[in-house]
């Protein structure tokens, strides 16, 4: 079975095309490496993917349908998962329109060749953000979700309600993943534990926003990925016991159309300053704190229900912050030798 991951050399997509490397699935991984952050460590993921057997690497940006289309044409996936975005919160409140190329464009352009491609099952990241001011916790799918908080988290919504038309007009099985706050080896270097654990090496003080006072539901990249996959084996199909004829259908499933979204989620909500002096702790050094107030378009709070998730493919996100924080640091000492 061939496999199409997009953003294969991001963070997420560098380890689910490992992942599925590893169950002998044909991988083909699209990514156009661009410099939102450092391409060479996405190269660098790229490089390991193009050892392996059975991977075959294509670079190239999902907003260019005529690649797309010879891509499909030429592989013929079975199941497309895509990973391919701009991310980020609060890069998009400078950066819109990277957003609309990438999440909007991209996105539409993928749908359009999973339904002229007979795609079994299309799996696309979508995000907590979209939860947006939602207050209630932990987050469950089937909460209302209009009140985007950026144009980032509103992309992101786009892409779900979106992939719904698709999955009624076409019969194509879409399922919408909202990760929460993902990190571990090979993370991304706009994110907190990233730039944490480069200021605190380099005795140089880190910014903490809303003065600390934020949590998350901080989920290890294995977590992710295990997730992802298990998702993918089982195309999303209609569910007969939703209710169209209620004041608020559920969200999340669909009773026309083959249609899931799921949160994943570590399930253990952190504070954000436990997540720090447990980094410390790894890192065996202590970290100055530059205090800062809330940035735009950001949330104090994040936590995932991931009821469904555990009761659709039996499995929800476990491994504890003071775990994945280990492994990243050893990870990050080894790949930058410090
Ligand atoms: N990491 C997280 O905490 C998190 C949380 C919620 C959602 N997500 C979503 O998960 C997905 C993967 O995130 P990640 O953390 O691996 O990010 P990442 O930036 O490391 O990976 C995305 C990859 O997609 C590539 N890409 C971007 N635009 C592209 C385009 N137009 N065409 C081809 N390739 C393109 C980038 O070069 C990058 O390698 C994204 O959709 C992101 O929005 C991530």
Known sequence: MTVLV?????????????????????????????AYYDPALKQARADILAAREGYTDVIGNIANLDMLKSVFAEHAPEVVINLAAQAGVRYS??????????????????????????????????TSSVFG??????????????????????????NEVMAHSYSHLFGLPTTGLRFFTVYGPWGRPDMALFKFTKAILADEPIDVFNRGEMTRDFTYIDDIVEGVVRVAAQPAAADPAWRADTANPDPSRSGIAPY??????????????????????????????????????DVPATAADTTALREAVGYAPSTPVSVGIARFVEWYRAYFKV
Request: net charge positive; with cysteine.
């Open 6 to 34: 997009t953003g294969a050399a991001g963070f997420i997509g560098f380890h689910t095309c490992l992942r599925l490397l590893e169950a002998g699935r044909q991988v083909v991984g699209i990514d156009n490496r661009n």
């Open 133 to 158: 001011a939602n207050a209630e916790m932990p987050f469950a799918e089937s909460q209302g979700t209009a009140h985007q908080m950026s144009l980032y988290a509103a992309t992101k919504k786009s």
């Open 260 to 297: 899931r979204i799921f949160n994943i989620g570590g399930g253990t909500p952190v504070p954000l300053m436990t997540y720090i002096n447990t980094l410390e702790t790894c890192l065996g050094k202590k970290a100055t704190l530059n205090l800062l107030p809330m940035q735009p378009g």
């Open 93 to 126: 409140v400078e950066n819109p329109f990277s957003y609309v190329s990438s999440n909007l464009v991209g996105f539409v352009n993928i749908l359009e060749c999973c339904r002229h491609g007979g795609v079994k099952h299309l799996v696309y990241a979508s």
